[in-house]
C-alpha cells in the first residue's frame, strides 16, 4: 500500500506544475523538481519489472541520478560561489567513489548502502548551509522562501531513511521488510514538501503581482 502511494505522490508536484505552468516555470529550480517527480514516477511503475540480476545496477542508478537532482536544487540556491565550488568538487568525488564501489568486486550486496549514506550526509550537509547562508542575510521569515520548503523535504527524507539504508545489508529480509515502509513514508513527506514550495511560490508571485505602485507625489 505505502509502495502505491509513494509511486503516486511523485504526481503532486507535476499536477500542480501543470495547473499554474505560467506562474513556475520561469524558476529553474520548480522546473527541475518537476522532471525529478516525473523521472521517478515512471522508474518506480516499471520497478516490479526490475529483475533480481540486474537488482545492483538499478540501485547504483537509481542513487546517483537521485544525487544529481538533489545537488543541483541545493546548489542552485546557494549564493557563495566558493561553497558552490566545495559542492562540485565533493560532488565529483561522490561519484568517482560510487563508480569504484560499483565495479568492486568485493562487493556483492544489492543495496549500495555505503554510497546512500554518503549522499545523505553531503545533502544534508549542503542543506544546512543554505539555512545557515538564509538566516545570515535574510530579514523576512526563512519559511518564506519557497525552497525552505524542498530543503526540509530533503532533510526528512534522507535522515528518516539514513540508517535504514545503512542497515539494510546486514539485517534479515524478514527485520528490513518491517523497517522499509518508513523509507517509503519520508518519501512521501518529501514529495508533500514539494508540492508546499510550489504552494508558496504561486502566493509570492500573485503577491508580487497584485503589489500597487504608488503615484510619484514628489512636486518638487
Do not use: H
Not at 23 to 28: F, W
Not at 83 to 106: E, G, H, N, P, T
Amino acid at each position: 500500500m505505502f509502495f502505491t502511494i509513494l509511486t503516486y505522490s511523485f504526481l503532486f508536484f507535476p499536477t500542480l506544475f501543470l495547473f499554474k505552468l505560467p506562474s513556475v516555470k520561469n524558476e529553474r529550480t520548480l522546473v527541475i523538481v518537476f522532471i525529478y517527480s516525473l523521472f521517478f514516477f515512471t522508474i518506480l511503475v516499471c520497478d516490479p519489472l526490475i529483475d533480481s540480476s540486474t537488482s545492483k545496477l538499478y540501485y547504483a542508478l537509481y542513487t546517483l541520478i537521485e544525487y544529481i537532482f538533489f545537488v543541483l536544487m541545493v546548489s542552485m540556491n546557494i549564493q557563495n560561489k566558493k561553497f558552490k565550488q566545495v559542492i562540485l568538487a565533493l560532488s565529483l568525488s561522490f561519484i568517482a567513489f560510487q563508480i569504484f564501489y560499483f565495479f568492486d568486486v568485493k562487493n556483492k550486496k544489492p543495496i549500495d548502502a555505503i554510497p546512500i549514506g554518503i549522499e545523505a550526509i553531503l545533502l544534508i550537509i549542503f542543506c544546512f548551509y543554505f539555512f545557515y547562508e538564509q538566516l545570515k542575510k535574510t530579514v523576512s521569515p526563512i519559511y518564506d522562501n519557497f525552497f525552505f520548503w524542498i530543503v526540509l523535504g530533503l532533510i526528512i527524507y534522507l535522515s528518516g531513511s539514513f540508517f535504514i539504508y545503512l542497515l539494510s545489508n546486514t539485517i534479515s529480509s524478514k527485520e528490513l521488510r518491517s523497517y522499509w515502509n518508513i523509507t517509503y513514508i519520508v518519501d512521501i513527506l518529501k514529495n508533500v514538501f514539494f508540492v508546499a514550495s510550489g504552494l508558496v511560490f504561486l502566493k509570492q508571485s500573485k503577491s508580487a503581482t497584485r503589489k500597487p505602485v504608488l503615484p510619484n507625489l514628489d512636486f518638487y
